[in-house]
């Protein structure tokens, strides 16, 4: 089961990414057809700023990676619940951080000239949120499982 954790965070993290949000973006609220949206999304795409990006965004999944393989959090169900539950947080933040950056490249709306700042922070915060997300299902594990053996 951990080798298949690693597998869905390697999958997650190559799929939710700037460049893929911002062809949903030109999809769903720019209404560009599939290859239109691509076209649209990828045309500034260069391996260079993806690999760069891509350094911040690693940083969430390589720390539940190495909770996942290094601690013993992951020995019981409260634990596994909580290991995914902040993964699923950390991509929901991922996807919805870079929507609402690039949301506005699709719209009327004014585009700040440092909104691409916001790629860099965005993974931080996915930190926080998937944190928390982690320690409460875990905790309300551990929770249950008290009041389940207490009666």
């Given at each position: 089961?951990?080798?298949?954790?690693?597998?869905?965070?390697?999958?997650?993290?190559?799929?939710?990414?700037?460049?893929?949000?911002?062809?949903?973006?030109?999809?769903?609220v720019?209404?560009?057809?599939?290859?239109?949206?691509?076209?649209?999304?990828?045309?500034?795409?260069?391996?260079?700023?993806?690999?760069?990006s891509?350094?911040f965004?690693?940083?969430?999944?390589?720390?539940?990676?190495?909770?996942?393989?290094?601690?013993?959090?992951?020995?019981?169900?409260?634990?596994?619940?909580?290991?995914?539950?902040?993964?699923?947080?950390?991509?929901?933040?991922?996807?919805?951080?870079?929507?609402?950056?690039?949301?506005?490249?699709?719209?009327?709306?004014?585009?700040?000239?440092?909104?691409?700042?916001?790629?860099?922070?965005?993974?931080?915060?996915?930190?926080?949120?998937?944190?928390?997300?982690?320690?409460?299902?875990y905790?309300?594990?551990?929770?249950?499982?008290?009041?389940?053996?207490?009666?």
């Amino acid at each position: 089961m951990k080798k298949g954790f690693g597998v869905v965070a390697l999958i997650l993290f190559i799929l939710i990414n700037e460049s893929t949000i911002s062809w949903l973006l030109a999809l769903v609220v720019g209404q560009y057809s599939i290859d239109e949206g691509f076209e649209r999304a990828f045309r500034y795409f260069n391996i260079v700023g993806f690999l760069f990006s891509g350094l911040f965004r690693l940083i969430p999944y390589l720390i539940l990676t190495l909770i996942v393989f290094k601690s013993k959090l992951t020995t019981n169900l409260a634990g596994w619940l909580a290991v995914w539950v902040a993964m699923f947080v950390v991509v929901a933040f991922h996807a919805y951080g870079y929507w609402e950056v690039q949301h506005s490249l699709y719209t009327s709306e004014h585009t700040s000239s440092t909104a691409s700042i916001a790629f860099i922070f965005i993974p931080f915060h996915a930190i926080f949120y998937g944190s928390i997300a982690g320690a409460v299902v875990y905790l309300s594990g551990l929770f249950v499982k008290a009041v389940a053996n207490r009666a």
